[in-house]
C-alpha cells in the first residue's frame, strides 16, 4: 500500500496530541486556580490594582475561559482517540479564546494593570490554537482521524 494511503499516524502524531493535551491541561488548571482562587490568596499574589482587575471580568468572559480551555481538553482528547472532532473542538476553543481577548485586550486594558505579559501568553495561546486547528485538519485529511 502506498504510504500516503496509510491511515495510521505516525509517532509524530503521537507526541503533538500529547504536548498538545499538555498544553491544554495546563490552561485548565490556570482557569480552576483562577475561579477558586479566594480573595486573601488574590492579595497574597497580586497587587489591589490587578486584584480589582480580576474581581470585575464579566461572567461570559469567564464562561468562554470555561468554553475554551474545556473544548481544548476535549479537542486534545479527541487527537488522541483519532475523532475527527477534534477539528471544531478545536475552532470552537479558539473561538472562545478570541472572545476572552477582546474583553481583555479591546473593551479592558490588562496590559496597563499587568504589563505585556497578558499579551505574549495570550500571543502563544492564539498561535497554538490555530496550529492545533491546521493540524487536526490535516490529520483529518491523511485520514488519521475518522
Known amino acids: 500500500m502506498p504510504e500516503f494511503l496509510d491511515d495510521r499516524p505516525p509517532m509524530s502524531f503521537w507526541f503533538i496530541s ?3 493535551l499538555i498544553w491544554n491541561l495546563f490552561g485548565f488548571f ?3 486556580m483562577q475561579v477558586s482562587a479566594t480573595p486573601e490568596q488574590l492579595a497574597q499574589a497580586y497587587t ?3 486584584v480589582a482587575f480580576m474581581q ?5 468572559v469567564t464562561s ?3 468554553l475554551a480551555v474545556t473544548t481544548g481538553v476535549l479537542a486534545c482528547l479527541s487527537l488522541l482517540f483519532r475523532k475527527a472532532w477534534a ?3 478545536f475552532v470552537i476553543s479558539l473561538i472562545a479564546v478570541i472572545v476572552q481577548n477582546v474583553n481583555s485586550f479591546l473593551l479592558n486594558d490588562v496590559i496597563a494593570v499587568f504589563g505585556t505579559t497578558p499579551a505574549i501568553i495570550q500571543a502563544a495561546v492564539l498561535l497554538i490554537g490555530i496550529a ?3 493540524y487536526s485538519r490535516y490529520a483529518k ?3 488519521w482521524l475518522r
Do not use: C, H, T
Open 18 to 20: 500529547g504536548a498538545a
Open 30 to 32: 490556570v482557569y480552576l
Open 48 to 50: 489591589p490594582e490587578q
Open 56 to 60: 470585575s471580568v464579566p461572567k461570559w
Open 64 to 66: 468562554a475561559f470555561a
Open 87 to 89: 477539528v471544531p473542538l
Open 132 to 134: 492545533l486547528i491546521l
Open 141 to 143: 485529511g491523511r485520514r
